[in-house]
Protein backbone atom coordinates (compact mmCIF):
# COMPACT_ATOMS: atom_id res chain seq x y z
CA UNK A 1 0.00 0.00 0.00
CA UNK A 2 1.08 3.48 -0.54
CA UNK A 3 1.97 5.67 1.80
CA UNK A 4 -1.17 8.63 1.94
CA UNK A 5 -0.24 11.51 0.16
CA UNK A 6 -2.51 13.62 2.26
CA UNK A 7 -0.66 12.18 5.64
CA UNK A 8 1.05 15.88 6.46
CA UNK A 9 -2.47 17.09 6.30
CA UNK A 10 -4.23 14.50 8.20
CA UNK A 11 -1.28 13.83 11.07
CA UNK A 12 -0.27 18.01 11.61
CA UNK A 13 0.34 17.81 15.25
CA UNK A 14 2.40 14.67 14.80
CA UNK A 15 4.93 16.15 12.28
CA UNK A 16 4.94 19.32 14.78
CA UNK A 17 6.19 17.26 17.50
CA UNK A 18 8.75 15.25 15.65
CA UNK A 19 10.13 18.46 14.08
CA UNK A 20 10.31 19.92 17.47
CA UNK A 21 12.19 17.16 19.47
CA UNK A 22 14.78 17.33 16.51
CA UNK A 23 15.08 20.70 16.47
CA UNK A 24 17.76 21.01 18.56
CA UNK A 25 19.70 18.03 17.76
CA UNK A 26 19.36 19.65 14.20
CA UNK A 27 21.05 23.02 14.94
CA UNK A 28 23.04 21.76 17.13
CA UNK A 29 24.54 19.69 14.67
CA UNK A 30 24.04 22.17 11.79
CA UNK A 31 26.80 24.58 13.58
CA UNK A 32 28.96 21.74 14.52
CA UNK A 33 28.71 21.14 10.74
CA UNK A 34 29.17 24.94 9.80
CA UNK A 35 32.05 25.43 12.10
CA UNK A 36 34.62 22.58 11.38
CA UNK A 37 33.80 23.15 7.57
CA UNK A 38 34.88 26.66 8.22
CA UNK A 39 38.13 25.35 10.31
CA UNK A 40 39.22 22.05 8.89
CA UNK A 41 38.32 20.52 5.34
CA UNK A 42 35.37 19.19 4.45
CA UNK A 43 36.73 15.23 5.18
CA UNK A 44 37.22 15.95 9.03
CA UNK A 45 33.73 17.21 9.34
CA UNK A 46 32.31 13.88 9.98
CA UNK A 47 34.92 12.55 12.25
CA UNK A 48 34.11 15.30 14.42
CA UNK A 49 30.81 15.14 14.55
CA UNK A 50 30.79 11.41 15.97
CA UNK A 51 33.06 12.64 18.18
CA UNK A 52 30.37 14.81 19.26
CA UNK A 53 28.10 12.42 20.01
CA UNK A 54 29.50 10.14 21.33
CA UNK A 55 29.76 12.26 24.43
CA UNK A 56 26.07 11.81 24.62
CA UNK A 57 26.57 8.66 26.44
CA UNK A 58 29.63 7.62 28.98
CA UNK A 59 30.54 4.37 30.70
CA UNK A 60 32.14 4.45 33.45
CA UNK A 61 35.74 2.41 33.28
CA UNK A 62 36.67 0.71 36.02
CA UNK A 63 40.76 0.55 37.67
CA UNK A 64 41.48 -3.26 36.93
CA UNK A 65 44.16 -2.17 39.90
CA UNK A 66 41.53 -0.65 42.57
CA UNK A 67 41.52 -3.88 44.48
CA UNK A 68 45.79 -4.23 44.79
CA UNK A 69 46.21 -0.71 44.94
CA UNK A 70 43.76 -0.93 48.04
CA UNK A 71 46.02 -3.99 49.23
CA UNK A 72 49.00 -2.21 48.71
CA UNK A 73 48.59 0.87 50.87
CA UNK A 74 47.12 -1.11 53.52
CA UNK A 75 49.93 -3.76 54.06
CA UNK A 76 52.67 -0.84 53.73
CA UNK A 77 51.43 0.16 57.43
CA UNK A 78 52.22 -1.69 60.70
CA UNK A 79 49.81 -2.36 63.22
CA UNK A 80 49.81 -2.95 66.81
CA UNK A 81 48.20 -5.88 68.81
CA UNK A 82 47.51 -6.09 72.43
CA UNK A 83 50.50 -3.58 73.58
CA UNK A 84 53.10 -4.58 70.46
CA UNK A 85 53.13 -2.02 68.22
CA UNK A 86 55.37 -1.69 64.57
CA UNK A 87 54.46 -5.30 63.56
CA UNK A 88 54.34 -6.14 59.95
CA UNK A 89 54.26 -9.30 57.09
CA UNK A 90 53.88 -12.08 58.05
CA UNK A 91 51.74 -11.37 60.74
CA UNK A 92 48.21 -10.10 60.72
CA UNK A 93 44.96 -10.38 62.64
CA UNK A 94 41.30 -8.91 62.58
CA UNK A 95 40.08 -6.21 62.67
CA UNK A 96 43.77 -4.55 63.04
CA UNK A 97 45.22 -6.50 59.84
CA UNK A 98 43.66 -7.56 56.65
CA UNK A 99 44.83 -11.56 56.05
CA UNK A 100 46.22 -10.94 52.71
CA UNK A 101 48.50 -8.81 54.30
CA UNK A 102 50.03 -11.43 56.30
CA UNK A 103 50.77 -15.58 55.92
CA UNK A 104 47.85 -17.60 57.23
CA UNK A 105 49.73 -19.72 59.52
CA UNK A 106 50.81 -16.27 61.47
CA UNK A 107 46.75 -14.80 62.71
CA UNK A 108 47.59 -13.05 65.95
CA UNK A 109 44.64 -12.83 68.50
CA UNK A 110 44.69 -9.59 69.89
CA UNK A 111 41.63 -9.62 72.55
CA UNK A 112 43.64 -9.94 75.34
CA UNK A 113 46.70 -8.31 77.11
CA UNK A 114 49.07 -10.24 74.96
CA UNK A 115 48.93 -11.38 71.21
CA UNK A 116 48.22 -15.11 71.05
CA UNK A 117 49.59 -17.49 68.49
CA UNK A 118 48.21 -20.80 67.23
CA UNK A 119 50.45 -22.96 66.32
CA UNK A 120 49.84 -26.87 65.00
CA UNK A 121 46.16 -26.38 67.40
CA UNK A 122 48.61 -24.86 70.51
CA UNK A 123 48.22 -21.49 71.42
CA UNK A 124 50.90 -19.57 72.91
CA UNK A 125 51.17 -15.78 73.92
CA UNK A 126 53.55 -13.80 72.23
CA UNK A 127 56.07 -12.36 74.50
CA UNK A 128 58.35 -10.28 71.89
CA UNK A 129 58.82 -10.20 68.36
CA UNK A 130 61.71 -8.93 66.21
CA UNK A 131 60.74 -8.92 62.49
CA UNK A 132 64.05 -7.53 61.36
CA UNK A 133 65.05 -9.62 58.22
CA UNK A 134 68.53 -10.86 60.19
CA UNK A 135 66.24 -12.38 63.19
CA UNK A 136 62.38 -12.61 62.27
CA UNK A 137 61.73 -14.42 65.18
CA UNK A 138 59.08 -14.70 68.30
CA UNK A 139 59.47 -15.19 71.84
CA UNK A 140 56.48 -17.10 72.83
CA UNK A 141 54.91 -19.02 75.64
CA UNK A 142 52.67 -21.77 75.98
CA UNK A 143 48.95 -20.55 76.90
CA UNK A 144 47.96 -23.57 78.88
CA UNK A 145 51.59 -23.70 81.01
CA UNK A 146 51.11 -19.65 81.79
CA UNK A 147 51.28 -19.09 85.55
CA UNK A 148 51.14 -22.61 86.36
CA UNK A 149 53.08 -25.89 86.33
CA UNK A 150 49.54 -28.54 85.47
CA UNK A 151 47.82 -27.81 82.77
CA UNK A 152 44.76 -29.61 82.04
CA UNK A 153 45.89 -31.76 79.70
CA UNK A 154 49.40 -32.93 78.94
CA UNK A 155 50.18 -32.23 75.36
CA UNK A 156 54.00 -31.54 73.92
CA UNK A 157 54.94 -28.38 72.80
CA UNK A 158 53.96 -28.14 68.66
CA UNK A 159 56.32 -25.79 67.33
CA UNK A 160 58.79 -28.48 66.82
CA UNK A 161 56.08 -30.01 64.40
CA UNK A 162 56.04 -27.11 62.20
CA UNK A 163 57.97 -26.70 59.06
CA UNK A 164 57.60 -22.46 59.33
CA UNK A 165 58.95 -22.22 62.71
CA UNK A 166 63.09 -23.37 64.21
CA UNK A 167 64.66 -22.96 67.28
CA UNK A 168 68.48 -22.25 67.75
CA UNK A 169 70.02 -25.09 69.91
CA UNK A 170 72.23 -22.74 72.10
CA UNK A 171 69.48 -20.60 73.16
CA UNK A 172 66.62 -23.15 74.50
CA UNK A 173 66.55 -25.90 76.28
CA UNK A 174 63.67 -28.82 76.80
CA UNK A 175 62.12 -29.12 79.87
CA UNK A 176 60.37 -32.62 80.89
CA UNK A 177 57.94 -32.72 83.15
CA UNK A 178 57.08 -35.81 84.49
CA UNK A 179 53.52 -36.30 86.26
CA UNK A 180 51.60 -38.72 88.64
CA UNK A 181 54.83 -40.42 89.70
CA UNK A 182 55.19 -42.55 92.87
CA UNK A 183 57.30 -40.79 95.38
CA UNK A 184 58.56 -43.86 97.52
CA UNK A 185 59.68 -45.89 94.31
CA UNK A 186 61.95 -42.59 92.75
CA UNK A 187 62.37 -39.88 95.20
CA UNK A 188 65.46 -41.96 97.01
CA UNK A 189 67.01 -42.12 93.12
CA UNK A 190 67.36 -38.90 91.84
CA UNK A 191 70.17 -36.58 92.64
CA UNK A 192 69.77 -33.85 95.69
CA UNK A 193 68.31 -31.95 96.64
CA UNK A 194 64.83 -33.64 95.88
CA UNK A 195 62.88 -30.70 96.39
CA UNK A 196 65.00 -28.54 93.34
CA UNK A 197 63.37 -31.63 90.62
CA UNK A 198 60.10 -31.94 92.23
CA UNK A 199 56.80 -29.94 92.03
CA UNK A 200 52.70 -30.29 93.33
CA UNK A 201 49.53 -30.41 91.57
CA UNK A 202 46.14 -29.72 93.29
CA UNK A 203 45.10 -32.93 92.22
CA UNK A 204 48.07 -35.03 93.18
CA UNK A 205 46.97 -38.34 95.22
CA UNK A 206 48.49 -39.32 98.23
CA UNK A 207 51.87 -41.34 97.67
CA UNK A 208 52.38 -39.38 94.20
CA UNK A 209 54.40 -36.19 93.12
CA UNK A 210 55.82 -34.55 89.69
CA UNK A 211 59.09 -34.19 88.60
CA UNK A 212 61.15 -32.10 86.27
CA UNK A 213 64.31 -32.17 84.55
CA UNK A 214 66.14 -30.14 81.91
CA UNK A 215 68.14 -32.16 78.90
CA UNK A 216 71.30 -31.81 80.55
CA UNK A 217 70.30 -33.96 83.28
CA UNK A 218 68.27 -36.27 81.25
CA UNK A 219 70.41 -39.11 81.27
CA UNK A 220 70.87 -39.23 84.78
CA UNK A 221 67.34 -39.46 85.85
CA UNK A 222 64.82 -40.09 83.01
CA UNK A 223 65.10 -44.05 82.79
CA UNK A 224 64.12 -43.34 86.74
CA UNK A 225 60.67 -41.82 86.01
CA UNK A 226 59.29 -44.55 83.24
CA UNK A 227 56.84 -44.85 86.24
CA UNK A 228 55.50 -41.90 85.94
CA UNK A 229 51.96 -41.98 83.80
CA UNK A 230 52.29 -38.42 81.55
CA UNK A 231 55.64 -36.66 80.82
CA UNK A 232 55.58 -33.36 78.74
CA UNK A 233 58.33 -31.61 76.75
CA UNK A 234 58.32 -27.42 77.16
CA UNK A 235 61.22 -25.71 75.80
CA UNK A 236 62.45 -22.87 78.19
CA UNK A 237 65.22 -20.36 77.64
CA UNK A 238 68.97 -22.07 77.95
CA UNK A 239 69.90 -18.65 80.72
CA UNK A 240 66.88 -19.98 83.08
CA UNK A 241 67.95 -23.53 83.23
CA UNK A 242 70.37 -22.95 85.81
CA UNK A 243 68.10 -21.37 88.11
CA UNK A 244 65.48 -23.78 88.92
CA UNK A 245 65.89 -24.44 92.21
CA UNK A 246 62.34 -23.75 93.07
CA UNK A 247 59.44 -24.65 91.73
CA UNK A 248 58.58 -20.66 92.11
CA UNK A 249 61.71 -20.63 89.60
CA UNK A 250 60.01 -23.43 87.48
CA UNK A 251 56.88 -21.43 86.30
CA UNK A 252 58.81 -18.46 85.84
CA UNK A 253 61.34 -20.45 83.47
CA UNK A 254 57.98 -21.37 82.02
CA UNK A 255 56.36 -17.64 81.53
CA UNK A 256 59.77 -16.45 79.88
CA UNK A 257 58.77 -18.39 77.02
CA UNK A 258 61.58 -19.29 74.44
CA UNK A 259 62.45 -17.64 71.04
CA UNK A 260 61.84 -19.23 67.48
CA UNK A 261 62.35 -18.20 64.46
CA UNK A 262 59.85 -18.04 61.67
CA UNK A 263 59.94 -19.17 57.76
CA UNK A 264 57.26 -17.46 55.79
CA UNK A 265 58.87 -17.28 52.44
CA UNK A 266 61.36 -14.94 53.72
CA UNK A 267 63.48 -15.17 50.56
CA UNK A 268 60.41 -14.38 48.37
CA UNK A 269 59.86 -11.50 51.11
CA UNK A 270 63.55 -9.86 50.65
CA UNK A 271 63.21 -9.74 46.94
CA UNK A 272 59.62 -8.25 46.83
CA UNK A 273 60.87 -5.25 49.43
CA UNK A 274 63.57 -4.71 46.86
CA UNK A 275 61.41 -4.37 44.37
CA UNK A 276 59.49 -2.00 46.04
CA UNK A 277 56.42 -3.93 47.13
CA UNK A 278 54.90 -5.13 49.88
CA UNK A 279 54.86 -9.00 51.13
CA UNK A 280 51.32 -10.52 51.30
CA UNK A 281 49.44 -13.13 50.43
CA UNK A 282 47.01 -14.31 47.56
CA UNK A 283 43.99 -16.10 49.22
CA UNK A 284 42.76 -16.87 45.62
CA UNK A 285 45.50 -19.19 45.24
CA UNK A 286 46.85 -19.96 48.56
CA UNK A 287 50.38 -18.33 47.50
CA UNK A 288 53.03 -15.34 48.77
CA UNK A 289 52.06 -12.35 46.82
CA UNK A 290 54.04 -9.31 45.92
CA UNK A 291 51.62 -6.31 46.51
CA UNK A 292 53.11 -3.63 44.52
CA UNK A 293 51.35 -0.55 43.51
CA UNK A 294 50.00 -1.54 40.04
CA UNK A 295 48.86 -4.98 41.53
CA UNK A 296 49.68 -8.14 43.01
CA UNK A 297 52.20 -10.26 41.87
CA UNK A 298 53.91 -13.61 42.27
CA UNK A 299 56.97 -12.62 43.77
CA UNK A 300 58.59 -8.96 42.88
CA UNK A 301 56.94 -5.79 41.14
CA UNK A 302 56.42 -6.42 37.61
CA UNK A 303 57.58 -4.22 34.79
CA UNK A 304 54.90 -1.75 33.00
CA UNK A 305 52.26 -3.61 30.75
CA UNK A 306 52.63 -6.86 32.79
CA UNK A 307 48.96 -8.03 34.06
CA UNK A 308 49.61 -8.50 37.93
CA UNK A 309 47.36 -12.26 38.92
CA UNK A 310 44.84 -12.03 41.78
Request: aromatic share 10%; proline share 6%; with cysteine.
Amino acid sequence: MMPDRNWKATHPHLLNSFSIRLLPISLDLLSLKMLTHDLFPASATFFFIVIALSTLVQFPVPSVHAAEDEQYLNCSETFSCAGISGLGYPLWGSPNRSEYCGHPAFELNCSGDAPQLNVADMFYRVLEINGAAAARSLRIARLDYWNTTCPATYDNTTTDSSTLFSRTTAATTNLTLYYHCPIISISPLLPQPADGFSFTCAGDAKGFTNYYSSSSTASTINSLLGLCENNVNVPVSTEAVSNLTTEDALKEAIDGGFTVEWNANNSLCDRCNGSGGQCGFNISTNAFACLCKTGSFPETCGSDGKYPFR
